[in-house]
């Protein structure tokens, strides 16, 4: 007798969200990778129906209007124009608040890592019941040494003053579970936000389990995330916010109702 067993669990929605600012260079790819891959997921069951979110930041390129043809030739995209720019940490925030999927991935537009990757996060996060898939760069050497030396530094701070044991903690690939998004509040505004939930969703409870990619380093546009003021940003984000991060209490799942009359 063969014993059946249990269904895969099946995701009802995919959100992928791109925090983007002049990306006129970047956005078509990024869209088109992220509804190709998505449409896979559709074909092969894992996923039921997805949305493809651009946050354009204020964009001064053709970026905004781009984002807006690409609403009109497919109702799966979705875009939040921002009146002012409110940097990573403003984006991000937007990013999670207009997802509607049950589990959400924010990525950069330059596709740091291959999208195929999102198969092998989503089955990591299926499996292994992990509330959050953060990735890190498998070789950094793309990058540059100053930003891999900056990055390094981060990495130790963040490490030595919350606990974490992440690595690469800033790496622009969080795949999460709505559970997550609906009891992490983020209030950073600038690139401190990646450890921010990391931080605050391990002190939390939640599982966030990490995955190695090859990394593709941008080759078009101009990075802004090692220039001194982010850096200046990100470093006084986290002095300020350490203390409210230190007392986040684990989160308690409300036990599930017992229906009337039951003994």
Known sequence: MTSALPAPETFKKLSIFFPMWNEELYIHRAVGAAVEICEQLVDSGQIADYEIIVVDDASTD???QLADALVEADPHVRVVHHPHNRKLGGSIKSGFAAATGDV???TDADLPFEMLELVRALRVLRTYEADIVSA???DRTGEGP???????FYNGLIQAMFGTRLRDINFAFKLCRRTVLDHVDLVSEGSFIDAELVIRAQRS???ILQIGVDYFPRTRGVSTLS???VIRTM???MF???SDLKRVEPYRAPAPSTPAGAM
């Open 240 to 242: 300020r916010l350490r």
């Open 146 to 152: 100053r930003r891999a030396v900056y990055s390094f």
């Open 62 to 64: 053709a970026t905004p």
């Open 104 to 106: 959400v991935l924010y």
């Open 205 to 207: 409870g939640f599982q």
């Open 235 to 237: 470093l006084g984000e």
């Open 136 to 138: 890190y760069r498998l």
């Open 227 to 229: 220039s001194w003021s």
